[in-house]
């Protein structure tokens, strides 16, 4: 769920995997110093190294999570903005359907769970229920309301609901693109650029650290 939520494309068992093995070669390269050089120190840079190994991934899935939240908020406006000018011309999995086209990739893959659930229960407001619980934006949940009392109510008042939804959706948009830039939030790889920088320099340190042990007689 976390992974989805961050927008990444791995399986939980890959990332798990992946933990793992970057954990264990750590762990193995200062067992093999620990072989060769007799040093108990190298031991607990096994430990240590290998646990560090392990979590840091989650620390860079905690950092995608919050970009991609932030780009979801941004993308959502320009989504369901046409979505509710569709909604009071068009049977909900018609109007979904019709503005999938306007889905940022951070949203989509919502946004196609949402027509595989319209279309196991047509008719029913539990689809968008479900889908602005997922996305988390409180203008989501709003959003929903006032579909299901378009829903049940005349045409002529479920087009001035689904209006004032559109204006609060051109808002938001402007809301969330000023907050986008005043937070300037880097990019997915910048993240993970940086995060592994931090992650090579502490590794590099703990060598240098081990190597002016090694020869200081430690």
């Given amino acids: 769920m976390k992974l989805r ?12 995997a992946q933990k793992i093995v970057y954990s ?22 096994a430990v240590g190294s290998s646990i560090l190994m392990y979590f840091y991934p989650n620390r860079i899935l905690s950092k995608n999570i919050k970009y991609a939240n932030a780009m979801r908020k941004l993308e959502l406006p320009d989504y369901l903005t ?20 306007f889905t940022g990739p951070f949203l989509k893959p919502y946004v196609e769970q949402l027509m595989v ?7 029913s407001i539990k689809p968008f229920q479900k889908f602005a619980s997922q996305i988390g934006v409180p203008q989501a949940q709003l959003f929903v309301v006032a579909i299901q009392q378009a829903m049940t109510t005349d045409r002529q008042r479920s087009k001035v609901i ?31 650029t940086i995060m592994l920088f931090n992650m090579a320099l502490i590794v590099l340190s703990m060598m240098v650290y081990v190597f002016f042990s090694l020869f200081s007689g430690f």
């Fill in 5 to 16: 939520q961050a927008g990444m494309k791995q399986s939980p068992e890959t990332f798990i």
């Fill in 24 to 45: 264990l070669l750590m762990a193995l390269l200062f067992i093999t110093l620990y072989v060769v050089h007799q040093k108990t120190i190298m031991l607990g840079f």
């Fill in 82 to 101: 046409p979505l509710a000018k569709l909604m009071s011309s068009f049977t909900p999995y018609q109007a979904v359907k019709e503005c999938e086209k």
């Fill in 117 to 123: 659930d319209i279309d196991l229960e047509p008719g």
């Fill in 162 to 192: 689904l209006e004032k939804q559109r204006v609060i959706m051109m808002r938001l948009r402007e809301e969330s693109y000023n907050e986008l830039i005043n937070k300037k939030p880097l990019v997915v790889n910048k993240y993970n």
